[in-house]
C-alpha cells in the first residue's frame, strides 16, 4: 500500500498543479477553493510519509513546470510589470506618472491589453515596485513584443532561479541550525509558494532568496555581504525594511552599523537611476494606500471597522491608516529592544511575530503576503503559518461571477483557524516538531525523515 502511495500520490498531486494553472478561472470560486484545500492536504500527506530531499525537489520542479506557460489568471499584477517594464524602454521613469496619464501619449506593444487588464486601480496609481522589480521588468519588456507572455516567461525565469537558490540555501541554513533539511519542503511544495510565486509571478519568494543568503552571511558574521544581499531583497519588496533593527543584538553595535552602511549603499545604487522630480512624493502617496485605502481579507482590522461603524457610521480607515504607521513602529522598537535577539533561533522567532502582528493589523493581505512567514516558521517550529498558508488562499472567494465581494463566513473561518492554532502553540509550545511525523502526535519519527 505504502509503495502504492508513493507512486500515486504525485500524479494527483501534479494533477492539482494542472487544473489551477490551466483549466480553473478566479471566478470559479468552488472549485478554485476545493481544489487547492486538496491539494494542500495531499503535499501535506505526502511530505510527512514521503519526504527524502531528491523527492521533494523533483516533485516541487515538476509542480512549478506546469506553470511555465500559464498567462497569470487569478493576479492581474503582471499586466503594471510589464506595463512598467515598457515605459522603462522608453526613457520613462515608472514612478513619475500614472498608466491613465500616460495611456494617450505613449505606444508600445499591447498597450491598450496592459493598460486595461491591470485593472482600474493599479491604472489610477503611480507605480509601487521597488527598483530592483523594475529592472527585472525592463529586462522583461525586451523579449515583450506580440504577447504578453513572452515577457511573462522572462520573470518567472528570474523566479525559477530564485527558488532553486531557495531550495539549497535553505537545507543548508537548516543544517546549520540542527534541523532537519527536510523540512524545507513544507516550503518548496506549500501550494500557495508555487501558485502565488511561479504561477501569479508576486516576488515575495524572489525576496526571500536574497533574505536567506543575507542571513547565511550574518550567521558568519559576514557583515557587508550580509548587508549587500539584504538590501536587494529590500530592492525587490519593502516589507524586510520592518526587521532591519532586529539584526541590533543579533549583531552589535558595531556590525550592525556595517551592515546598515552595506544595506544603504546598495539601496543608493538601486534607486539613484530613479531619483528625479517628484518620486520620493508620489511613492510615499502610493505606500499610503496601503494604510488608509486599500481593503481585502483583513483581520483585526475588518473589527475595528464594525465597529467604527456602530461609533462614527462611516469606515473609519483613513484615521485608522493615519496612527498605524507609528503602531508599527512602536512593535518595531519592542522587538528590537525588549526581546531577546542574541541567537540566529530566538532572531527568527522574533521576526516571525513580528511580521505576523504587521499582517494580523493590516487593511490588506493578499495571500501571497504569506509566503515568508511559511519559511519563518519552519525554522523557529511554528505550525500557524502553513495553517494560514491553506485558509488564505480562501480570501479568492470574493473573486465571483457578481463582481468583488468578500465572504464575511470565509473570512471568519480562516482567522479562526489560523488564530486557534497560534493560541495553542503559545499555550502548548510549538507544533513544528510534529510536522514530520506520520501520526501528528506520535513521538516516532517518519522513517524516511531521518535519511
Known amino acids: 500500500m505504502r509503495a502504492l502511495l508513493r507512486s500515486l500520490l504525485p500524479f494527483f498531486i501534479l494533477c492539482g498543479f494542472f487544473f ?119 529586462i522583461a519588456a525586451l523579449a515583450h513584443q506580440t504577447n504578453p507572455l513572452q515577457g511573462v516567461l522572462v520573470i518567472r525565469l528570474f523566479y525559477f532561479i530564485g527558488e532553486f537558490i531557495v531550495f539549497f540555501a535553505g537545507v543548508s541554513f537548516l543544517k546549520k541550525l540542527n534541523l532537519a533539511p527536510n523540512l524545507i519542503g513544507w516550503y518548496f511544495l506549500n501550494p500557495l509558494v508555487i501558485i502565488e510565486g511561479i504561477g501569479n509571478l508576486h516576488a515575495e519568494a524572489f525576496m526571500l532568496c536574497f533574505t536567506l543568503l ?84 483583513g483581520s483585526f482590522y475588518n473589527l475595528i471597522r464594525a465597529i467604527g461603524y456602530q461609533i462614527k457610521g462611516y469606515n473609519i480607515i483613513r484615521q485608522l491608516g493615519q496612527i498605524t504607521p507609528f503602531i508599527v513602529g512602536l512593535l518595531v522598537l519592542i522587538f528590537t529592544f525588549l526581546r531577546p535577539n542574541y541567537t540566529l533561533q530566538s532572531l527568527i522567532k522574533n521576526i516571525l511575530f513580528l511580521l505576523s502582528i504587521y499582517f494580523f493589523m493590516a487593511t490588506t493581505v493578499h495571500p501571497w503576503y504569506i509566503i515568508n512567514l511559511i519559511f519563518w516558521g519552519i525554522i523557529s517550529g511554528y505550525a500557524f503559518p502553513l495553517v494560514w498558508s491553506l485558509t488564505v488562499f480562501w480570501s479568492y472567494s470574493a473573486y465571483g461571477l457578481s463582481g468583488f465581494e468578500e465572504n464575511p463566513l470565509l473570512l471568519f473561518a480562516e482567522y479562526l483557524f489560523v488564530y486557534g492554532v497560534l493560541l495553542w502553540e503559545l499555550i502548548k509550545g510549538p507544533l513544528g516538531e510534529h510536522l514530520q511525523k506520520p501520526h501528528f502526535f506520535s513521538t516516532q519519527l517518519s522513517p524516511s525523515s531521518t535519511g
Open 214 to 297: 543575507a542571513l547565511s552571511q550574518l550567521h558568519t558574521k559576514n557583515s557587508i555581504l550580509g548587508g549587500l544581499f539584504f538590501g536587494c531583497a529590500v530592492a525587490i519588496k519593502l516589507l524586510p525594511l520592518l526587521i532591519v533593527p532586529l539584526f541590533y543584538r543579533y549583531l552589535g553595535g558595531k556590525q550592525f552599523l556595517v551592515f546598515c552602511g552595506a544595506l544603504l549603499l546598495i539601496s543608493a545604487a538601486f534607486w539613484i537611476p530613479f531619483w528625479e522630480g517628484r518620486i520620493f512624493f508620489n511613492y510615499k502617496e502610493t505606500i499610503a494606500l496601503w494604510f488608509t485605502t486599500f481593503e481585502f481579507n
Open 20 to 138: 489551477i494553472s490551466e483549466q480553473i478561472e478566479r471566478t470559479d470560486t468552488l472549485p478554485l477553493l476545493i481544489c487547492y484545500s486538496c491539494l494542500f492536504l495531499l503535499v501535506g500527506y505526502w511530505i510527512r510519509n514521503f519526504n527524502g530531499l531528491l523527492s521533494l525537489f523533483v516533485l516541487g520542479i515538476l509542480a512549478r513546470a506546469l506553470f511555465i506557460f500559464h498567462l497569470p489568471e487569478l493576479s492581474q499584477d503582471f499586466y503594471r510589470f510589464l506595463w512598467d517594464g515598457q515605459l522603462q524602454q522608453l526613457g520613462i521613469n515608472p514612478y513619475l506618472k500614472t498608466p491613465k496619464a500616460l495611456v494617450d501619449l505613449v505606444g508600445f506593444p499591447d498597450k491598450t491589453l496592459l493598460f486595461e487588464k491591470m485593472g482600474a486601480l493599479s491604472n489610477g496609481n503611480y507605480s509601487n515596485y521597488p527598483p530592483a522589480s523594475q529592472l527585472l521588468f525592463k
